[in-house]
Every structure is written in structure tokens, then in C-alpha cells.
């Protein structure tokens, strides 16, 4: 069984940075590509990053390009977002996803709070 | 970037009923076109993928069909577990971009 596990979230000021983790189980992690998806209060979804198999390539939006990092470490079949400069607007659940086209795999979430 | 315009934004039907959610793409997507469910406080789920093809474990009740820019998903026979939010999306090109969700409750 395909499982997607998040942890790190939590309050956090303006400014500061947070890392998110998320375990990976049930699947070999280093065949495939994965994501890490928000969604802020009572909104829709807003894509975030991408990350390609071995890590080598990584793809964001404008709205986080610069400030987050996505990582992965096939070893510990562990996926991960480092998120600096945080502002109000990152406030959010963040979701881990497997990537195959398509997002076929979710995680539960995570939530994180920008704010002073 | 390419824009994904979804209708309707909120939905009622009846149990039994045949449903429809539209998505626009502001260009071709070449079926890269996913549909998720999501019910409240829980994760989105794949239904569709390559905009007809089910998921592992959806319920045939749920279809996709559409090409070029216009997609659509259609709910047979609605069930009371069908009332969730719906959302499209599409990965033919980055950066992967969403539709605005349409929320579908039982009448």
C-alpha cells in the first residue's frame, strides 16, 4: 500500500524558514517523480514543486521559485521542502504527492502557519 | 502559463442523478488532464488521469472524456459519498496549474 507521510509543519514568523519531510512507503521511491502541492485555508490547490527521479531536475512557480527548495533522499525513500522567506500568503496544508502524469498518490498534509 | 477555467463552481443534485463538471485549458493540453476528489478535511484523490482513463479503485460511475482544450467529467447514478469538491488539472506543461474547484452537494 502506497503510503505518504508529512511532518515539520507548525507556526512559523514572517521571514523565517521551515523544512517539511515526507516518508514515502509501500512503492520503490527513486522510480518515481514527486511533488509538493498547497492548499490555503477554504482555497483550491496551488502546485508548488517537482522534483525528477535522482533529484537532478526541479521545477517551481514563480510565486515560491527562489525561496523554496525541494529535495529528496532515495536512500531514506524521503521527500523534502525547505521554505525560506516565509510570507502571510504561504500560510497553507501542504500535501506530498507521487508524480505519474498525474498526482496518484496524496499524503494527509501538513499544516503550515506564517504569521507573528 | 496555461489557465484552467472551471464550471460550475458549486453543483446540487439529487441522489441518482447524472452530473457534469466542465474545464477549460487556455490552450491544448493534449489530454494531460487529471480529476481529484476531494472530500472535506481529507487529502484529494485521483479519479481520472489522461482525462478518461479511471484510476485504480474509482467507481465506474465516474468518466472523463474531452480533447484540446475542453474536458469534462461526468458523475452516473450520484451517490450521498460523492458529495466532495472537484478539482481538474493539468500536467501536459509546467508549471502544473489547477482549475478553481467545484463543490457538489446532494439536493
Known amino acids: 500500500e502506497v503510503q505518504l507521510v508529512e511532518s515539520g509543519g507548525g507556526l512559523v514568523q514572517p521571514g523565517r524558514s521551515l523544512k517539511l519531510s515526507c516518508a514515502a512507503s509501500?512503492?520503490?521511491?527513486?522510480?518515481?517523480?514527486m511533488a509538493w502541492v498547497r492548499q490555503a485555508p477554504k482555497k483550491g490547490l496551488e502546485w508548488v514543486a517537482t522534483i525528477s527521479t535522482s533529484g537532478s531536475r526541479t521545477y517551481y512557480p514563480d510565486s515560491v521559485k527562489g525561496r523554496f527548495t525541494i529535495s529528496r533522499d532515495n536512500a531514506k525513500s524521503s521527500l523534502y521542502l525547505q521554505m525560506n522567506s516565509l510570507k502571510s500568503e504561504d500560510t497553507a496544508t501542504y500535501y506530498c504527492a507521487r508524480l505519474a502524469g498525474s498526482s496518484d498518490y496524496w499524503g494527509q498534509g501538513v499544516m503550515v502557519t506564517v504569521s507573528s | 502559463d496555461i489557465q484552467m477555467t472551471q464550471s460550475p463552481a458549486s453543483l446540487s443534485a439529487s441522489l441518482g442523478e447524472t452530473v457534469t463538471i466542465e474545464c477549460r485549458a487556455s490552450?491544448?493540453?493534449?489530454?494531460?488532464l487529471a480529476w481529484y476528489q476531494q472530500k472535506p478535511g481529507k487529502s484529494p484523490q485521483l479519479l481520472i488521469y489522461?482525462?478518461?482513463s479511471l484510476h485504480t479503485g474509482v467507481p465506474s460511475r465516474f468518466s472523463g472524456s474531452g480533447s484540446g482544450t475542453q474536458y469534462s467529467l461526468k458523475i452516473n447514478s450520484l451517490q450521498s459519498e460523492d458529495v466532495a469538491s472537484y478539482f481538474c488539472?493539468?500536467?501536459?506543461?509546467?508549471?502544473?496549474?489547477f482549475g478553481s474547484g467545484t463543490k457538489l452537494e446532494i439536493k
Open positions: 488539472q493539468q500536467y501536459y506543461n509546467y508549471p502544473l496549474t
Open positions: 490552450e491544448d493540453i493534449y489530454n494531460g
Open positions: 489522461n482525462a478518461n
Open positions: 509501500g512503492f520503490t521511491f527513486s522510480n518515481y517523480y
